[in-house]
DNA sequence: AAATTATTTGCAACATTGTTGTATTTTTGT
DNA sequence: ACAAAAATACAACAATGTTGCAAATAATTT
C-alpha cells in the first residue's frame, strides 16, 4: 500500500529510506495539505529529532519533493509537489489558499497564477500567490 | 523637513510621539521600500531595545501605518502603507516584489493583482502577490 | 552474508528570534 | 507644573533554528 509508494518515491530523489523520512513523507502524503515545521515535529516529534525533521525537510526540499508556501504569520508551510519540482520553479503555477478558519493550507492546483506586467526593468523569476478567506470545508 | 511629516503621521494615528516610534518611522520614510525585524533592529537597535521595536511594529500595523509581507525565507518584511490601511485589508491591492539580488523588496504600487477564480466553495478574504526577481536598479 | 563505506540520526551546545511582566521613565492632558 | 496615561528598558523566559560530532543505520562491495 502506502509504504510502496513511499520508498519509490525516496528512492526515485536518491535518498536512503529511513525512518524519519518514511514517517514525514506519510504526514504528507495522508495530508493531503500543507504542514509547518511545528505540525509535522508535533506528529512526528515523538519518534524523531527536532534536528532530524529540520534536516529532513531541507533534503525534501533541495530534492524538489516538496515546496514552501511563506505566509503572513511567519511560518514556512511545506506541500508536497505533485510533479518533479527540483529546478527549482515548477510549483509557481498553482495559488495557495489558507484557511483563516480551521488553518489549513492548501494548494488550488486548478487554479493558475495570472500573468503580471511588471514596471519597465523589473523581471521576474518566481510568482507567489496566497489567497487567505474560508475553505470549502469551512464554508457551510 | 521630515521631523514634522513624522510627528503627523504618529498624532494621526493617534500614538504618542517618542523616541522609538521617530526613529522607526524614520527608517521607513527615508528607505521607500520594506523592512525585517532584524533591518531595523540593526538599525535603531543601539538606541531602542529589541523589545521595543517588536511592540513599535506591532502598534504600527494595527493602526495601519506598515503592512507586512509575508516571503519565502521565513522573514517578514513590513513597509509603509500609502493610505491608511488600519480597516486592514487595503494594502492587498499590490504586488510586492523582491530582488534576488539585492534582497530589497518594494511594494509595487501600480501593479494591481488580477482577480481569480477560485473553486466553488471557496472565499477570498485576502490576497497577496510575491513576486521575485530582479529588480530594476540591478537589472543594469 | 559479512564487511566496508557512506549516510543519517540523536545529542549537546549554542545562536537567534519572539514573548511577558514589571519597575522606571517619558509623554500627554489638564 | 502636576497627575494620569503610556512607552521603554530590563530581566527572564519560551520557541525556533543551527552546527559539530559520535553513534547508529542504510547502502555497497566483496
Do not use: W
Not at 508535533?42 to 534536528?51: C, L, N, Q, S
Not at 511588471?118 to 500567490?129: C, H, I, K, N, T
Amino acid at each position: 500500500m502506502m509504504e510502496k509508494k513511499i520508498d519509490e518515491l525516496l528512492k526515485k530523489n536518491h535518498l536512503s529510506v529511513t525512518g524519519g523520512r518514511k514517517k514525514i513523507l506519510e504526514l504528507f502524503l495522508q495530508q493531503e495539505g500543507a504542514l509547518s515545521h511545528s505540525d509535522i515535529e508535533r506528529k512526528a516529534g515523538e519518534k524523531f529529532d527536532r534536528v532530524t525533521v529540520y534536516r529532513t525537510l531541507q533534503v525534501f526540499l533541495e530534492k524538489g519533493l516538496i515546496h514552501s508556501i511563506p505566509t503572513s504569520d511567519n511560518s514556512i508551510r511545506y506541500a508536497l509537489c505533485k510533479e518533479d519540482c527540483s529546478g527549482g520553479h515548477h510549483h509557481d503555477d498553482h495559488v495557495h489558499f489558507i484557511c483563516n478558519t480551521c488553518g489549513n493550507t492548501v494548494c488550488l492546483e486548478g487554479v493558475s497564477i495570472p500573468a503580471i506586467r511588471l514596471p519597465r526593468g523589473y523581471s521576474a523569476d518566481q510568482v507567489e500567490m496566497l489567497v487567505s478567506g474560508v475553505c470549502k470545508s469551512c464554508n457551510i
